[in-house]
């Protein structure tokens, strides 16, 4: 069994930066690649982007250039590393993890994000 836990998140005022982690552990041999979600309240999960094996990255269209992406393979964990924060960022965001050899995907935890003045 694979187990994700995300950490980071929390409060930060508008133009602010913050650091979410994804953190795969277990029977995992590697990560094929990490999706992050965001879910606001009172709306449907949605795509924040990707960070394959091979380093193939996508971002939406409302994140790019202020988001990144990037992974330590020795350690099964992945990062998202959010900038110039916006109210509208403002969101549960969620890992999904495909390991190698896993025909499963891993969800992590959620983490809250909260961006406000």
């Known amino acids: 069994q694979v187990r994700v836990v995300q950490t980071g998140g929390g409060s930060v005022q508008p133009g602010g930066s913050l650091r979410l982690s994804c953190v795969a552990s277990?029977?995992?041999?590697?990560?094929?690649?990490i999706i992050w979600y965001r879910q606001a309240a009172g709306t449907q999960r949605e795509l924040v982007g990707s960070?394959?094996?091979?380093?193939?990255?996508y971002y939406a269209d409302a994140v790019k250039g202020r988001f990144t992406f990037s992974r330590d393979d020795a350690n099964n964990t992945g990062y998202l590393q959010m900038s110039s924060l916006k109210p509208e960022d403002t969101a549960v965001y969620y890992c999904?993890?495909?390991?190698?050899?896993?025909?499963?995907?891993?969800w992590g935890q959620g983490t809250q994000v909260t961006v406000s003045s």
């Open positions: 999904n993890v495909s390991p190698f050899y896993d025909s499963k995907t891993y």
């Open positions: 277990g029977n995992i041999r590697g990560i094929r690649a």
């Open positions: 960070l394959t094996g091979d380093s193939m990255v």
